[in-house]
């Protein structure tokens, strides 16, 4: 391999022959919560009765989330003082998601880390810069390649303390390389707040237009009261043909619905399929194109419109809209929040939920009869819907393109300028 001129060889492949290959430990302090100092449920407090303590679950997509804060009691926190968590900071998963990690960017007052972090502080190269070091495919692959082999995935404080750093040597390319990958996190954060914001819009216009209380231009016809029986013409469950039959699967041509296919609006491709035989020795069903796919077994309440022939395994319902309903209007009436209430107030609490067709029946429904108003009522949502998907494509492009300057821009293929 040609070794271009100004960079050499590492064990992290090639890098600026001004750059050096560090452990964690010897630019930062990782500390953990162990021993005497973990705690149990009796140490957690209600809010503003203590400290927050931070785990796994308040990093999203490496974020500080603390929406569904947890916080420990003042003894607890100020035993631990060396995993106080302070503004700079890094915390770092040892436990379950392997390496998951979030800078702190803000000061959020007191806070502390569970036994499934680490704390990084005291650090001596750009704080920053090292926070995303640690976020590179480069570690995420280490990280995996060092995992202890248990049932929770865990690696050691010293193994973390041994995590290999690419760095430059000159602080200021380090600060460079945040700042950059800083501005698109900050273009990226701006559409995720964009989203959210349609999205609650969104849910407000459901809770208008679905009930009647906001009537649209050109319709005063009243409502009606219809049962959810009344929706539809037929609906029935599917079912999984036996498994260990291997001439229901092998070259199956019918596509098999799962859980997994139902979080989208539109189903028009599956991951599974089913052979004809195998339909013919289960409850398994052809439910047909442009059907309400609607999930009543473990996970409640995914809501999809089928664009191909499919069958469905067993709770998933295929429902089949009756001629009073308009199959857009349908699918956003199922993912209203009066009838998430309804089905909630039905379920049957088990090992897993669930709620059985009789049971959904019963469910009471307003609707106007004008399929017309129905009409322009899933046209507007569809529309808030296309306008919420346009903008997460924009942030998937953005997440795309930081990806690839992480790569680059960490490893030194590509060199900032030093103001």
Not at 13 to 25: F, Q, R
Not at 199 to 227: C, N
Request: include cysteine; charge should be neutral; aromatic fraction near 8%.
């Amino acid at each position: 391999m040609d070794i271009p001129q100004g960079y050499k060889q590492t064990e992290l492949g090639i890098i600026p022959e001004d750059w050096e290959i560090v452990n964690l430990g010897s630019v930062a302090k990782v500390n953990g919560r162990i021993g005497f100092r973990g705690y149990t449920t009796a140490d957690l407090v209600g809010v503003g009765q203590g400290a927050y303590t931070i785990g796994g679950k308040h990093i999203t997509n490496m974020v500080l989330d603390l929406h569904d804060a947890e916080y420990i009691s003042w003894q607890k926190y100020y035993e631990s003082p060396e995993i106080m968590v302070r503004k700079g900071d890094i915390v770092f998963a040892q436990r379950g998601t392997l390496g998951k990690s979030a800078f702190i960017v803000n000061d959020i007052g007191p806070a502390t880390i569970n036994p499934s972090l680490v704390l990084i502080n005291k650090i001596k190269c750009d704080n920053e810069y090292l926070s995303y070091w640690l976020q590179c495919d480069k570690i995420v692959e280490y990280i995996c390649s060092i995992n202890s082999q248990t049932s929770i995935p865990m690696i050691t404080q010293n193994q973390i303390e041994h995590i290999p750093v690419v760095l430059p040597r000159i602080k200021a390319e380090q600060q460079a390389i945040a700042e950059a990958l800083s501005d698109i996190d900050g273009l990226i954060a701006a559409l995720d707040k964009k989203i959210a914001k349609k999205r609650l819009i969104k849910q407000g216009a459901m809770q208008q237009l679905l009930t009647g209380k906001k009537r649209l231009p050109g319709f005063s016809d009243p409502w009606v009261e219809k049962k959810f029986s009344d929706l539809y013409r037929y609906a029935s469950e599917g079912g999984t043909p036996d498994t260990n039959n291997m001439r229901f699967y092998a070259n199956g041509d019918v596509p098999f619905v799962k859980i997994e296919d139902t979080e989208t609006k539109y189903i028009e491709s599956c991951n599974s399929f089913i052979t004809s035989e195998g339909i013919n020795n289960s409850s398994a069903w052809i439910v047909p194109v442009n059907s309400i796919i609607y999930t009543n077994g473990a996970t409640i309440g995914n809501v999809s419109i089928n664009k191909i022939p499919v069958a469905t395994k067993q709770g998933i319902l295929g429902i089949i809209p009756s001629s009073i309903i308009n199959l857009e209007f349908m699918y956003y009436l199922l993912l209203s929040q009066n009838f998430k209430r309804e089905v909630d107030s039905r379920q049957a609490k088990g090992t897993f939920a669930t709620i059985i067709l009789k049971s959904l029946d019963e469910i009471p429904i307003y609707l106007p009869l004008n399929q017309m108003e129905q009409i322009a009522i899933a046209t507007i949502l569809t529309d808030m819907d296309k306008e919420i998907a346009d903008l997460e494509a924009q942030r998937d492009k953005y997440r795309l393109l930081k990806s690839g300057m992480m790569q680059k821009l960490l490893t030194g293929q590509i060199r900032l300028k030093i103001k």
